[in-house]
């Protein structure tokens, strides 16, 4: 067992694999399907796996390489832990074997992405954002596989959104089970990389491009915008419209009202998160639609919970909430 000193999560456990010497130790974690964490050292295209003496990995700050390293591992470790222990998901797949994280990839990179040829996931160090490891952003990218090993959602248009809302959906909620002092779960993804974040599941529209509700074209937009759907649905669904919540509920087109209180109950997180993940993995196919996907989690919900349930109604009232019929 090691020790990672990340960027955004503080101190954390890291299972890494040690030489028959018991002298080097490698980044790579043989109790999460073999794990393992590269240095793309600024370029594109060539992979040094990190190995260490002491088995601490990082200082908490970017004046150490391994820092992002850990936060790799950290965030990988974290997203199998949340998939496997509350939806029974043995990795991205679904076959016990995990991807690689590649940190430092390219210069001044301002993204992050998951490859299905690659089946890895890749971290730019940015420049105008800080590097892009976050918990919620490594849940995010880890997503982008299991989704492509499910639904396979097509990255554009409606299904396009909904991809992303289901990586944005999961990278959250695996933000929320690793209950860390230092990031604690929250409705906004990338909070720590900018001033703001790369997107906010409660108003959507706070970026000035996401959708807050659907309406007849929000295909069209960027599937990071289009997620806006998705993400507020989700949100709705597990939080509600409780009085205090900035919760708003659409009307028309992209226009959201003030709702009055316990117009929408939330049935929780844990709840919402098994009726997607049921939807996702059950329902969906490759060329979704947000109807669709209504009837859809309807579907996942009726299975886990009755048709006359009170969750079933919420996902409902949480459709409709944002004006998807
Ligand atoms: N970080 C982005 C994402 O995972 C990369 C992309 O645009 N595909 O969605
Ligand atoms: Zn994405
Ligand atoms: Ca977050």
Same mark, same amino acid.
């Given at each position: 067992?090691?020790?990672?000193?990340? &960027?955004?999560?503080?101190?954390?456990?890291?299972?890494?694999?040690?030489?028959?010497?018991?002298?080097?130790?490698? &980044?790579?974690?043989?109790?999460?399907?073999?794990?393992?964490?590269?240095?793309?050292?600024?370029?594109?295209?060539?992979?040094?796996?990190?190995?260490?003496?002491?088995?601490?990995?990082?200082?908490?700050?970017?004046?150490?390489?391994?820092?992002?390293?850990?936060?790799?591992?950290?965030?990988?470790?974290?997203?199998?832990?949340?998939?496997?222990?509350?939806?029974?998901?043995? %990795?991205?797949?679904?076959?016990?074997?995990?991807?690689?994280?590649?940190?430092?990839?390219?210069?001044?990179?301002?993204?992050?992405?998951?490859?299905?040829?690659?089946?890895?996931?890749?971290?730019?160090?940015?420049?105008?954002?800080?590097? &892009?490891?976050?918990?919620?952003?490594?849940?995010?990218?880890?997503?982008?596989?299991?989704?492509?090993?499910?639904?396979?959602?097509?990255?554009?248009?409606?299904?396009?959104?909904?991809?992303?809302?289901?990586?944005?959906?999961?990278?959250?909620?695996?933000?929320?089970?690793?209950?860390?002092?230092?990031?604690?779960?929250?409705?906004?993804?990338?909070?720590?990389?900018?001033?703001?974040? &790369?997107?906010?599941?409660?108003?959507?529209?706070?970026?000035?491009?996401?959708?807050?509700?659907?309406?007849?074209?929000?295909?069209?937009?960027?599937?990071?915008?289009?997620?806006?759907? @998705?993400?507020?649905?989700?949100?709705?669904?597990?939080?509600?419209?409780?009085?205090?919540?900035?919760?708003?509920?659409?009307?028309? %087109?992209?226009?959201?009202?003030?709702?009055?209180?316990?117009?929408?109950?939330?049935?929780?997180?844990?709840?919402?998160?098994?009726?997607?993940?049921?939807?996702?993995?059950?329902?969906?196919?490759?060329?979704?639609?947000?109807?669709?996907?209504?009837?859809?989690?309807?579907?996942?919900?009726?299975?886990?919970?009755?048709?006359?349930?009170?969750?079933? @109604?919420?996902?409902?009232?949480?459709?409709?909430?944002?004006?998807?019929?």
């Amino acid at each position: 067992v090691g020790q990672g000193k990340t &960027l955004y999560s503080g101190d954390v456990t890291l299972h890494d694999n040690k030489n028959a010497a018991g002298t080097k130790y490698k &980044l790579k974690d043989l109790t999460r399907g073999k794990h393992y964490v590269v240095d793309m050292k600024k370029s594109t295209g060539s992979e040094t796996i990190f190995v260490d003496t002491n088995n601490v990995w990082g200082n908490n700050s970017e004046s150490s390489n391994e820092t992002v390293a850990a936060d790799a591992a950290y965030g990988q470790n974290v997203t199998w832990d949340y998939f496997k222990n509350v939806h029974g998901r043995n %990795g991205i797949a679904n076959d016990g074997n995990g991807a690689r994280s590649r940190v430092h990839y390219s210069s001044n990179y301002d993204n992050a992405f998951w490859s299905d040829s690659c089946f890895c996931m890749t971290y730019g160090d940015g420049s105008f954002f800080t590097p &892009l490891v976050s918990l919620d952003v490594a849940g995010h990218e880890m997503t982008h596989g299991v989704t492509s090993r499910t639904a396979a959602l097509i990255y554009s248009g409606e299904s396009g959104g909904l991809n992303e809302g289901t990586s944005d959906i999961f990278g959250s909620m695996a933000e929320f089970y690793a209950n860390n002092a230092n990031d604690p779960g929250d409705y906004l993804i990338g909070e720590e990389l900018s001033s703001s974040p &790369l997107r906010n599941m409660i108003t959507p529209s706070s970026d000035g491009a996401s959708a807050d509700c659907w309406y007849s074209g929000v295909g069209n937009l960027d599937v990071h915008y289009s997620s806006g759907v @998705a993400n507020h649905f989700f949100y709705l669904l597990a939080e509600g419209t409780t009085n205090g919540s900035p919760s708003k509920t659409c009307v028309s %087109g992209n226009t959201r009202v003030a709702t009055g209180n316990g117009t929408l109950t939330g049935i929780g997180r844990d709840k919402a998160g098994k009726i997607w993940y049921r939807a996702l993995t059950t329902y969906m196919t490759a060329s979704e639609t947000f109807a669709k996907a209504r009837l859809d989690t309807v579907k996942a919900a009726t299975d886990l919970y009755g048709a006359s349930s009170p969750e079933v @109604a919420a996902v409902n009232a949480a459709w409709t909430a944002v004006n998807r019929p």
